[in-house]
Structures are given as structure tokens and as C-alpha cells.
């Protein structure tokens, strides 16, 4: 490993390091201030809590229904009592751990009196803004552990800027915590090995060995609290842990001593916790894998090319990064990094369903090397002075990255698949005032939130979409896109059994003289999308309410 880094920086030296001809950072020198270390660190927290709690304040579209359905509904089903589990809690496919967390800020708020509408709507992804607000400080500390202090902050500015990284990260997904945990594991990981590099000197190595140790556990502790979150961060930590076990010496001391123990440890809390919520003994990991893996159960929500992610679902997360990543991988050649990102990808390729979130850990990482190239961009200025009046290379690269990531950002989150956020919001203020008795949601399933915004212990009907045993077996939302007012007439009849009914324009049309007969209004309109996603244009979310209620 330390030949292969000695070749790595050879070919390939850091932005600011020593070979490139210009002083080398404190930390790259081995001269390192530790108060100016801490200083560094704190100043990018601050800034980082500051910037996430403003990005999760101004998330305010639907992206992906476990955003709600698989953790904030569960989370206020323990907290209140009330609240929808679909089908893979019902079969033990999830751990109740990631929604525990908010179950608890749950508890708080009503013990607080604080559980009012806006807040039950923000306060959640005001707490995952804390931990993504963290995960960019673990993204500046391993760029500067790995590289320099100059390309950590070009990093930094990388992880800020990208549009996907702003729309995602805030959410309540288990991805965005997953992430988190990834690039705060590979720090400490990536830590204790370079601590351990520090043998050259004979009296210095046992002093550097003890101090690789607790990060390695730590980066242990932390990979096996993201596999217990989600259980294909697997493949990530596979990964990490076979590169770095094929060149070490104590193979077994490393599986007995540190491997085993924190991952049973964490494998029986994780075990009994779920023993305690479920009602009986289910491990999580191995009912989520035999259905994902061995079963191909995902498959039922789609399935895509096995170049998906290569051609169309990475390049769309990291956008116009893109050349700039590459240019950075190149440069670098450092290729543990760039080999994890490659092997994500290509695992996560042989599934055939596949979708944006599940590759969000390594999108930091992507743009780690975007920031080194910018940093060498940086480097190259120093040198080069531009005429004055001209824009430099990296002046017209932050230009570009700014004007095509910001704007997108920024329609993203406030405007793109808002309608279904809105409606909720709407309705659980209406609730609060008791203007509200029972809701029919005529629409997809899953496609709004629930009893989480709602915040009302009121009956709701949605349209199922349980994977069935049988294949070529239709289910509610299916059977209602096919035939809308057949659907309705034939599984609901009178509905009056509803005070409200909440369904997208594009299926309006096909009920309106049903809801018009049955005696409902329109009460409100909300704007949700511009174009269509992958169905007939979902431009607007109505609400209908019974006349009686009027």
C-alpha cells in the first residue's frame, strides 16, 4: 500500500503539496497545529449547520415515498399510536432503528406542546440537516486527510453547490443517513490507516499503531451502524474492508479482534431492538437481502437498463461535475477511492431496479475529485496570471458550476412535485381546526405523505399496491389508472363515507361527473409539476370536499 501511494503522489501530487513546488499544508508537512486544526473544523461545521438548516427550510417537494412512508409514518405510529406500516414491515424488511431516531423528536415536540402543523412538517428535516451538516464536515476532513487542506475546500464547495447533493441529503431517507455514515466511516477509516503508515521511524511505530487502532473500530462501529440502517451499504464496506485486508499482515487478529466483536455487538442491538418493536425475533438484514438480492422483489417497482447508472443516473446526480470528477480521478490516480465509486455503481447495476438514492454515498466521494480538480484549476492560476478583464479557467468553471447546479437546486426543491406536499399541509391545518372528517386519496399509492404531516387520528384511505403473490395481479392503483371511474363506483360506491377526496388533474376529469354526482366541490387546486415524470402530467393536486362539510 505504501509504494502504490508513493507511485499515486508521483504521478499525481496534490494541489499544494510539496512536489508541485510550493509549500506543502501544515497537515501534509507533518507539522500540524492542532488549534488550528480544530479551528478549521469548526468554522466548516458552523458554516455547513447554517447552510443545511437553510437547504432543509427550502426542500419543499415530494421526492421519494420511503421519505415518509418508511420513516416518518413509522416514526409517528411509536410515538403516537397512530400511523400506516406498509407491507415490508408487515414481512420484517426494515429496521426500526432510522425511524426511532425521529420517533423520539416526535415525543419531544408533543411533550414540548410544539407539534403544530408547520413544525411536524419541518422539524424532521431540520434534524437530518444536522447530520448532513456533519457529513459535509467528514467530506472536508477525509479530502484534506487524503489530499490537502486546498482541495478540501474546493470539496467543500463542490458537496454544497451540487444540485442533487441540496435536494437529497436534507431528507428524511434513510440514503441521505447512509451517506452521512459512509463518509464519516471512510474518514476514520482512511485515518487509521495513514496513522499506521507512520513506521518509518522504529521508535515511532508502536506509538502509531495503538492510534490507528481506535479509529479503525470507530470506522468498524460506524460501517456496521449503516448496514444495520441499510443493509446494502454492504457493498460499500466490502469493499473498503477487502482492500485493505489483502495487504495487511494480522489477517486474523483483524476478523477476531475487531471485525467480529463490533459487528455482533451491533447486530444484537440492532436484533433486539427490532425483537422489542416487531413482537418477535426478525433480523432485518437477512429478510432485507433475501428479498432484494436472492428474490429480486424490488424488481416489482420497476426495473431499468444494466447501464442505468453509468449513463443516466449518476451523470444526472453529479451533473455538470461530471468532467470535472473525471478530470480529478485522473489527476489524482488515486484510485481507492475512485475503485469504490466504480464498484457501486457496477454492483448496483446487476439489480435490475434501480433508482438515484440508492447511489447517493458515493456521489460525495465523485465530488471529492471534482473539488482536487479545481484545486489544481486554482493551483494553475497562482501561477499563471490572466490578463486583467479575463476570466480564468477555474473563475469560468465556478461560473458554470454555479449557473447550472443553483437554479436547478433551487426548482427542485421548491417548486418540482410540490402539489402532494401541499395538500397534506393544507388538510392537517384544516384537521387542527376540525374541518376535516375522513380523506380519500384517488391517486398512485404512496404518493402523498400521511399520518406524519396530517397529524390526526382521523380515517384515511389510499389505493394499496402490496405486491401480490400471483404475477400479471393488478393492484388498486393499478386497477384505478386502468378503469378511474369503473374503479371507484366498483370498490368505494357511495362516497360519502368521505368528507374530502385529494387526486391529480390528470385523473380529475375521468371522475369529476362521479364526484359532482355524489355531491363534492372543489375546494382547492395545488400546483405540483410543469412536466410529466412517468405517468400523464401530474400539473396539479385538487382537493374535493363534501357539500355537507361545506
Not at 422483489?297 to 420497476?302: A, C, K, N, S, T
Request: aromatic content about 14%; some cysteine.
Amino acid at each position: 500500500m505504501m509504494s502504490h501511494r508513493r507511485r499515486s503522489r508521483a504521478a499525481g501530487s496534490p494541489p499544494g503539496d510539496a512536489s508541485t513546488g510550493t509549500p506543502p499544508t501544515p497537515e501534509k508537512s507533518g507539522r500540524v497545529r492542532p488549534w488550528a486544526a480544530t479551528a478549521s473544523n469548526r468554522k466548516v461545521l458552523v458554516f455547513a449547520l447554517a447552510f443545511r438548516a437553510a437547504n432543509a427550510l427550502l426542500v419543499r417537494t415530494y421526492f421519494n415515498p420511503d421519505e415518509h412512508w418508511q420513516c416518518l409514518e413509522v416514526a409517528h405510529r411509536v410515538a403516537f399510536g397512530y400511523g400506516h406500516l406498509t407491507w415490508e414491515w408487515k414481512r420484517g424488511l426494515r429496521s426500526y432503528l432510522h425511524p426511532l431516531l425521529f420517533a423520539a423528536l416526535y415525543k419531544t415536540l408533543a411533550l414540548l406542546h410544539m407539534d403544530t402543523p408547520w413544525v411536524m412538517v419541518m422539524a424532521p428535516r431540520l434534524v437530518q440537516s444536522l447530520f448532513a451538516a456533519f457529513g459535509d464536515l467528514y467530506l472536508y476532513k477525509l479530502s484534506k486527510l487524503i489530499f490537502n487542506g486546498q482541495v478540501a475546500k474546493w470539496t467543500l464547495f463542490s458537496q454544497l453547490v451540487n444540485w442533487f447533493m441540496f435536494f437529497c441529503i436534507t431528507r428524511t431517507l434513510s440514503n441521505s443517513l447512509e451517506t452521512v455514515l459512509t463518509v464519516a466511516g471512510l474518514y476514520y477509516w482512511f485515518a487509521a490507516i495513514e496513522s499506521s503508515k507512520a513506521t518509518s521511524i522504529v521508535s515511532k511505530q508502536h506509538a502509531a499503531c495503538e492510534q490507528s487502532i481506535p479509529s479503525r473500530k470507530v470506522a468498524l462501529l460506524i460501517a456496521a451502524l449503516s448496514c444495520a440502517i441499510r443493509p446494502t451499504s454492504a457493498v460499500t464496506w466490502l469493499y473498503v474492508g477487502l482492500l485493505y485486508f489483502i495487504q495487511m499482515k494480522s489477517k486474523c487478529r483483524f476478523i477476531l479482534l475487531d471485525v467480529i466483536p463490533v459487528g455482533a455487538i451491533v447486530l444484537a442491538v440492532t436484533t433486539l431492538l427490532d425483537w422489542w418493536m416487531y413482537g418477535s425475533w426478525v433480523i432485518v438484514p437477512l429478510n432485507f437481502l433475501k428479498f432484494n438480492l436472492l428474490s429480486s422483489g424490488g424488481d416489482y417497482y420497476g426495473t431499468h437498463v444494466f447501464h442505468w447508472y453509468f449513463t443516466q443516473g449518476f451523470p444526472s446526480m453529479i451533473w455538470t461535475f461530471l468532467p470535472f470528477a473525471l478530470c480529478g480521478i485522473v489527476k489524482s490516480q488515486e484510485w481507492r477511492l475512485s475503485g469504490l465509486i466504480a464498484w457501486v455503481l457496477g454492483v448496483y447495476s446487476i439489480l435490475g431496479h434501480k433508482e438515484f438514492r440508492f447511489v447517493l454515498p458515493v456521489l460525495p466521494l465523485a465530488l471529492m475529485f471534482s473539488g482536487y480538480c479545481l484545486a489544481s484549476m486554482s493551483q494553475s492560476k497562482g501561477k499563471n496570471q490572466h490578463r486583467k478583464g479575463s476570466l480564468s479557467r477555474l473563475q469560468l468553471s465556478v461560473i458554470l458550476l454555479v449557473i447550472t447546479n443553483v437554479p436547478m437546486a433551487l426548482y427542485m426543491s421548491l417548486f418540482h412535485q410540490r402539489g402532494t406536499e401541499d395538500v397534506m399541509y393544507y388538510l392537517s391545518k384544516e384537521a387542527y381546526d376540525g374541518r376535516v372528517r375522513s380523506v380519500l386519496f384517488l391517486m398512485p399509492c404512496h404518493s402523498t405523505p400521511y399520518y406524519s404531516t396530517l397529524h390526526y387520528n382521523l380515517p384515511m384511505r389510499f389505493l394499496d399496491c402490496t405486491p401480490s403473490d400471483s404475477k400479471g395481479t393488478l393492484d388498486e392503483s393499478d386497477r384505478f389508472l386502468t378503469s378511474p371511474s369503473e374503479f371507484v363506483g366498483d370498490v368505494f360506491g357511495n362516497l360519502s363515507a368521505f368528507s374530502h377526496i385529494v387526486l391529480f388533474e390528470s385523473e380529475e376529469r375521468h371522475v369529476l361527473q362521479l364526484l359532482l354526482h355524489n355531491s363534492f366541490l372543489e375546494m382547492r387546486r395545488f400546483f405540483h409539476s410543469h412536466f410529466k415524470i412517468d405517468r400523464d402530467l401530474q400539473s396539479a393536486v385538487v382537493v374535493y370536499s363534501w357539500r355537507d362539510v361545506l
